[in-house]
């Protein structure tokens, strides 16, 4: 008497890769790996590479490559053999992307990370004013700052607006370093050139920005950019709380934190350059 599974299978057409315990399809699945290895591999790979990234055998994997390249999901160069991504997986691609949002993103983003700090956390965005407060989650403790959602922040003393300067191009970002430098806020002191290049190489090194007491006094933060499918900065993400209780270490918890939310808004909107 044939199994009950051969007998299902036999009914539905399914084959042995096609039957999932879980209820969805199996091959779908290992076929949604092969595409992953080979987008996180660059695009284009030869078969024994696509394989090791998969972690799957090397015929098995060219079985699927080659139903996805009649689907238009994989294509092959000619004369190296190399697999890439084919115009039906870009396709579905763009329209996943045209249905992004870096607002969206870091709403959803924002909550998690002030949870895991217990700090106040916030979003901006380059406005036509300069970077541009765009989302704020407020921690358990108390911080008194005038920045609100839609404050715009200057460049030079600020966590988020060094981000934006580090890695926004120098003509997007030069009219409001020399507006700065102009008309200095008052105790605030504004770094000259020499000092602002070495700190937005600092920035570009850590990937992160620092401040202590430099706007505000008593006020600590962190700040990090991310970015999108083109790898262009989309926006800054910030952590900040009173300078006593603040763990402003490079290698520190919050520093870990705010990396790892970063480096997933950046994965949301189509990122893969290695994170953030």
Known sequence: MPRPDVTRRAATGDSPEDANGAGGVQSVEIAARILKALAEGGGVLALKDVALAAGMARGKVHRYLVSLK??????????????????????????GLRGMSPVRAAYDALPALRDRVGETVTM??????GPTIIAMEEGGQAVTMNVRVGSVIP???????????????????????????????????????????????????????????????????????????????????????????????WEGAVAGALADAVSDISRRLGYAAGGC
Not at 70 to 95: C, F, M
Not at 124 to 129: D, R, S, T, V
Not at 193 to 217: F, Q
């Open 70 to 95: 009649r689907s238009g999901l994989v294509a092959q160069d000619e004369k190296s053999g190399k697999y890439g991504i084919g115009p039906a997986a870009v396709t579905v691609g763009l329209v």
């Open 124 to 129: 901006a965005i380059w406005g036509e004013m």
């Open 155 to 249: 460049l030079l003393t600020t966590a988020i607006g060094r981000v934006f300067a580090a890695y926004l191009p120098a003509p997007v970002t030069r009219d409001f370093v020399a507006a700065e430098r102009a008309k200095p806020r008052p105790g605030v002191a504004t770094p000259d050139a020499a000092e602002t290049a070495r700190l937005l190489d600092e920035v570009r090194t850590r990937r992160m920005a620092r401040i202590d007491g430099t706007l505000l006094p008593g006020i600590a933060a962190l700040a990090a950019p991310a970015f999108d499918h083109r790898e262009k900065l989309i926006g800054v993400v910030c952590v900040l709380g009173r300078s006593e209780s603040f763990d402003a270490a």
